[in-house]
């Protein structure tokens, strides 16, 4: 546990009394010196691990230790047009873990609470995703009297050019989120306006409510977002539509409350810019690195403080949540959701922030979920050339049923070299991971050329154009970065070999800081 030693104890010792164990000895006459005695006494038992449940050997106390060493996490999937509650997840085991962190859970939610704010001053100071904005710190004078100035999340340059309102909460900005109250001069305006989004928990209303010091919960945000999805309207979330008896006769009926929150126009607003956070921001990596290519996906990242964890000796940075609330297609939402991470390590080597240790669990789920509801991906000519694939191995294979295969593995350009009825070989090999829109080659009784390849000069070229160019010269490419490099998969020795090359800023193939939250 990242916690001071006396903090440690004190977690420990309030798990204790709060057991079965506990308190089955003390109803059964047991002093608290026994109790203490029977929980630091070893003895056989079942405990939680990630691939289940493990018969060993420890003390009550122990186990404790290794209970509260397992991550908690959080995640509630809905739809957002009905309420429907999709999937609900309050922790890793009931049997073990009996606290519901979706639901009782409450912790500061951070910047998941700014698309809010955003929403209040399109929808009350009038503002759009193109209104300027400079960058530069910002400062409110408290009801107290007091100067407020917020910092930002890693080191960020604030030289006062001018930005859209849009960019601010794609890149999570705190200026810009503090700009938006300033203007709004009324914290208990936009308390009251986010209470009306469906976030019922209590709001404190100061200015620094923009930056989610307030506690909620992971059932509520889902709820709460679902409201930009679903054309302004929000619904509450419902698990039970209906309940028969056992002969199938309906005994009780349910449909969920919903209320008008902020005009369509508003909410398709939001649904734009949050769809920025994804193709330009934060969360950024979702499609380039974890595989939701071709999908329409809006979103917001949050990293938040847990109030009372920093130690000056002992955790002088304190404790985080980390999370990422996500919506797909973009452009008609049929699922919501929201993952939470409580309390991750910053000593992984990932630096920790929703768009970093969240995004990856995130997009896997959402990919299943778009599977199971029948939704492909949609790929334009560009983003073809960056969505990837494994390459299949065919050798053996007729050209028919090769064809199968790779169309089954995404690939649907290939071509083939000889004149014999099975394939030989095939470039690239099976197992190789390129993009989908690659052309594979199958070689149906010819051998390989040893001869290299000429690279061409591609400087300048969009992503689809420099993947025909390639193409042509019988090379692979994998973009990557807005300025980086192509890495070239081709025949002979230029296989895994790489071309610097610059890509104008008109293709997005880019990679965002991973200092964001």
């Known amino acids: 546990l990242d916690a001071s030693p006396a903090e440690r104890e004190r977690i420990v010792r309030r798990a204790v009394r709060s057991s079965d164990r506990w308190r089955e000895m003390k109803a059964a006459g047991a002093s608290e010196r026994e109790i203490e005695a029977a929980f630091d006494r070893a003895q056989p038992m079942k405990v939680f691990t990630y691939r289940g449940e493990r018969d060993t050997v420890m003390s009550p106390r122990d186990s404790i230790l290794h209970h509260k060493r397992i991550m908690r996490a959080a995640f509630v999937a809905m739809d957002p047009r009905t309420g429907f509650v999709k999937a609900y997840v309050g922790g890793p085991n009931f049997r073990y873990f009996k606290y519901d962190m979706a639901r009782q859970g409450k912790r500061q939610i951070g910047s998941t609470i700014k698309p809010f704010v955003y929403t209040f001053a399109i929808d009350h100071l009038g503002m759009t995703p193109c209104t300027p904005v400079p960058n530069l710190p910002v400062t409110i004078e408290t009801a107290n009297g007091t100067a407020w100035s917020p910092k930002e999340a890693g080191k960020v340059e604030q030289l006062g050019e001018l930005h859209p309102l849009s960019w601010g909460l794609a890149r999570s900005r705190n200026n810009y989120s503090a700009w938006i109250m300033k203007q709004a001069k009324q914290p208990a305006a936009v308390a009251d306006f986010i209470h009306n989004m469906g976030i019922r928990s209590y709001i404190d209303p100061v200015p620094a409510l923009c930056l989610g010091t307030s506690e909620s919960n992971v059932y509520e945000l889902a709820s709460a977002f679902s409201t930009f999805a679903n054309e302004g309207v929000h619904n509450d979330p419902i698990f039970v539509t209906r309940i028969e008896d056992r002969q199938g006769n309906q005994i009780a009926s349910f449909i969920p409350q919903s209320q008008d929150a ?253 200092r964001a939250d």
């Open 262 to 514: 902020v005009s369509e126009t508003t909410a398709y607003t939001m649904l734009t810019m949050l769809q920025g956070v994804v193709t330009a921001g934060t969360a950024g990596r979702l499609k380039w690195q974890y595989g939701l290519d071709g999908v329409e996906v809006g979103g917001k990242t949050g990293t938040a403080d847990k109030r009372g964890t920093k130690d000056p000796a002992t955790n002088p940075q304190g404790d985080i949540v980390v999370s990422f609330l996500s919506f797909a297609p973009a452009d008609d939402p049929q699922v919501i959701m929201l993952l939470t991470l409580d309390t991750p390590r910053r000593d992984t080597g990932t630096y920790p922030s929703g768009g970093n240790m969240v995004a990856p669990t995130a997009s896997a789920v959402m990919g299943d979920i778009l599977s199971y509801l029948g939704i492909p991906p949609q790929y334009t000519e560009d983003t073809q050339t960056t969505a990837e694939g494994v390459v299949p191995y065919v050798v053996d294979m007729s050209e028919e049923e090769a064809a199968s295969k790779l169309a089954e593995y995404g690939f649907t350009s290939y071509r083939t070299v000889g004149d014999g009825s099975t394939v030989t070989d095939q470039t690239p090999a099976g197992g190789a991971i390129v993009p989908t829109g690659a052309e594979i080659i199958l070689y149906m009784g010819a051998e390989k050329s040893d001869a290299l390849c000429k690279v061409p000069n591609v400087i300048g070229l969009s992503a689809a154009d420099a993947n025909r160019k390639l193409t042509d010269a019988g090379l692979i490419m994998k973009a990557a970065g807005a300025s980086g490099s192509i890495k070239i998969a081709g025949e002979g020795s230029l296989v895994g070999q790489g071309i610097g090359f610059e890509i104008f800023d008109t293709v997005q193939m880019g990679q965002t800081s991973n």
